[in-house]
């Protein structure tokens, strides 16, 4: 039985943002991605839906991105586990605004 939040997540795009501390920045977000790890924020879940997500190099795409100018956006792919279900995220997240699309997509159980 697939979770209720994942199902929601999975079917559909999504609004998301990139969630960030201390500060909301373009800066901010280009280290997070620098590091490999970022936090999407679906935000229309009860409350928000903030997950921790490991990105997948290969599959992400930076190039359409201009940090220097807060242009551009960056297609992110990565993987976490939400509610003991192993997913991969995807989102567009628009430097400009920090905001974007996305959707999560349930991943085969490994055994």
Not at 49 to 57: Q, S, Y
Not at 60 to 69: H, I, R, V
Not at 77 to 95: F, K, P, Q, S
């Amino acid at each position: 039985m697939m979770n209720e939040l994942v199902e929601r997540l999975s079917q559909g795009n999504h609004p998301v943002e990139a969630s960030l501390r201390p500060e909301k920045t373009v800066a901010a977000f280009k280290e997070s991605l620098e590091r490999g790890y970022v936090h999407i924020k679906f935000t229309n879940t009860r409350g928000g839906t903030e997950l921790g997500v490991k990105l997948d190099r290969d599959a992400s795409k930076l190039e359409e991105a201009d940090f220097d100018n807060q242009t551009g956006k960056v297609h992110i792919v990565g993987h976490l586990t939400l509610n003991y279900v192993n997913v991969r995220c995807i989102a567009d997240i628009e430097l400009k605004t920090l905001e974007g699309r996305g959707f999560l997509e349930p991943l085969k159980e490994s055994v």
